[in-house]
């Protein structure tokens, strides 16, 4: 199926000259100063008192600022994206400031009382607090492996190989579960809002209170437009599933085609897609290989979680899809004159949707493409087709089962271009992105020029 003619008219190309880091900055940025404008506002207007009693307060109103600012974030609304740098950026800052944000208040109840409580703001602020735990806790441990230390990573392997843990990691895993639970991330903060409300003893300050009512009033604002309005102004776009194929032992690719109006995209960007399976519905962000100007939309499925470890037994052909939201900005036409792309695996989707729009004569002036991947790479055969109609493309396969994994080392001494002359884009397991974008710039690329996704918006 993926044997698309090629338009081989040669175009005038705009010259590639990287990227400014300023467009990754302007959203943390923007974070950062709300915190410290808050606490500003909050030590000029503080009332005579208890110094103590006002610093935990602080601590727990800028908990639910952050809170807020987190709600803010995953709204769906387009120009909050473009603030981060993609929608996938946003949401590891809302991990983020949900994070530091429940530490917080955390923090505020664990060093703030009030000797005259009122009778229900404790049991509200404890809910809310619980709830905010649990969605924290559950969050962060997938991730186990990467903010465990080194020495103890074998122990807590042991570990979570004993059949209790797994049983518990199951459920754990689960996005479709773990989604359902997330959405009442505006519940628990709202309890906490209101607890604060009722028993802060420093809202003798109108500025006090009003500052606070803002700034979790806002974020209760985002959440229920996410909840109750964001469904009904999004563009959606109905498909049926043409075909599910393997790709290897661990993939499928599953080919999508329009029943109205067709899904719009730009090569290398993911689409959040609601599909039917034999089990009900499921709604994952999902990578689009094929080109904008093919009919059929084509995605890639990697063996994750619950419903892609099946998704062969329970996708079908005939059964209905809606795809919404082109995400990502991950586009090698903010590259340099000299790119590296590397891919890993299934990691390769988004290079094959720019392979596959792209005419010749339009890539930059030297592309060197590693794909790597341990075995034969599964796409191998379809990626050197489509590089043989591109004279800039320098394409490396690198099979880790006889050869030496990737290294930046290896990756430079390849090229043989000045690191800061270098663009990057990196695709594929995170703990190989994540090695490779960190010792790219530490051998020299600029970090505005390194180039990922992070497709879990998990």
Request: with cysteine; net charge positive.
């Amino acid at each position: 199926m993926w044997g698309m003619a090629i338009d081989t008219a040669v175009r005038h190309r705009r010259p590639y000259r990287g990227s400014h880091l300023i467009t990754r900055l302007v959203g943390p940025l923007t974070i950062g100063a709300l915190v410290l404008a808050f606490a500003l506002l909050w030590l000029v207007a503080r009332p005579v008192g208890d110094v103590g009693q006002f610093v935990g307060q602080l601590i727990g109103a800028e908990g639910v600022l952050l809170l807020s600012v987190g709600l803010v974030l995953i709204s769906t609304l387009r120009w909050v994206e473009q603030f981060f740098d993609g929608v996938d950026k946003a949401a590891v800052w809302h991990r983020r400031v949900a994070i530091v944000g429940t530490i917080l208040i955390g923090v505020h109840i664990a060093s703030t009382g009030n000797r005259h409580p009122s009778q229900l703001g404790p049991t509200l602020g404890t809910i809310g607090i619980v709830g905010l735990a649990t969605l924290t806790v559950w969050a962060i441990a997938p991730r186990w492996r990467s903010i465990t230390p080194r020495p103890l990573r074998s122990a807590v392997e042991r570990v979570m190989q004993t059949a209790p843990v797994r049983l518990v990691g199951r459920w754990v895993g689960s996005y479709g579960l773990w989604r359902g639970f997330h959405r009442l991330t505006g519940v628990f903060l709202g309890f906490g809002f209101v607890h604060g409300l009722m028993d802060a003893t420093l809202f003798g300050s109108s500025l006090l209170r009003w500052s606070y009512v803002a700034v979790g009033g806002v974020g209760l604002a985002f959440y229920l437009y996410r909840e109750l309005l964001a469904r009904h102004v999004a563009q959606t776009h109905d498909y049926q599933v043409s075909s599910v194929a393997p790709i290897d032992d661990a993939a499928h690719e599953i080919w999508l085609r329009p029943l109205g109006e067709r899904f719009a995209f730009r090569p290398g960007q993911f689409a959040l897609v609601n599909l039917e399976a034999r089990d009900g519905w499921h709604r994952h962000p999902f990578t689009i290989a094929s080109a904008p100007q093919e009919k059929e939309v084509r995605i890639t499925v990697r063996a994750l979680g619950d419903f892609t470890s099946s998704i062969g037994e329970l996708v079908a052909p005939g059964m209905p899809a809606v795809i919404s939201s082109p995400q990502g900005h991950f586009d090698f036409k903010r590259g340099t004159e000299h790119q590296v792309w590397i891919a890993g695996g299934i990691g390769v989707a988004p290079m094959l949707s720019w392979l596959r729009s792209a005419v010749p004569g339009e890539l930059p002036h030297r592309v060197d493409f590693f794909y790597t991947a341990r075995g034969p790479a599964p796409l191998a055969d379809e990626v050197s087709h489509l590089a043989e109609h591109h004279d800039e493309m320098h394409l490396h396969l690198v099979d880790t089962a006889t050869d030496p994994r990737l290294s930046t080392e290896h990756v430079l001494a390849t090229v043989g271009v000045e690191p800061r002359q270098l663009s990057a884009f990196l695709c594929g397991p995170e703990t190989m992105v994540n090695a490779l974008q960190r010792d790219l710039v530490r051998a020299g690329v600029k970090p505005a020029n390194v180039h990922r996704e992070f497709y879990n918006l998990r």
